[in-house]
């Protein structure tokens, strides 16, 4: 299970961190992200990391968004600097056990099929 905290409303330059506590064990190799969706756009992956501690970013996010991952509680956050209204979406938290950091770090791109595990989403408002 994933639970998302840690959304809100901020003005435009503002920052945010998002939590995700994660329940379960995902084994040994595991992958974990942060997807957003705006309204009328598909999700998007934005982020992610892996049981290597390798992170991979969007080009929308880089520079400005931080992922990482607290082993000791299970725990994903995602450190969102410098937003803009362009951010603004429902931000979800996603896992899955398959060890597949090699191939997100290759190929660049964080896809949904990715992940098994999802959680409910938390909302950002940046105006």
């Known amino acids: 299970q994933l639970v998302e905290s840690g959304g809100g409303s901020v003005q435009a330059g503002g920052s945010l961190s998002l939590s995700c506590a994660a329940s379960g064990n995902l084994g040994y190799t595991w992958i974990m992200g942060w997807f957003r969706q705006a309204p009328g756009k598909e999700r998007e992956g934005i982020a992610s990391t892996d049981n290597d501690g390798s992170s991979t970013y969007a080009l929308s996010v880089k520079g400005r968004f931080t992922i990482s991952h607290v082993s000791t509680n299970n725990t994903l956050y995602l450190q969102m600097n410098n937003l803009t209204p362009e951010d603004t979406a429902m931000y979800y938290c996603?896992?899955?056990?398959?060890?597949?950091?090699?191939?997100?770090?290759?190929?660049?791109?964080?896809?949904?099929?990715?992940?098994?595990?999802w959680g409910q989403g938390t909302q950002v408002t940046v105006s």
């Open positions: 996603a896992a899955d056990g398959r060890e597949l950091g090699g191939l997100i770090r290759t190929l660049g791109v964080i896809k949904e099929h990715y992940f098994e595990f």
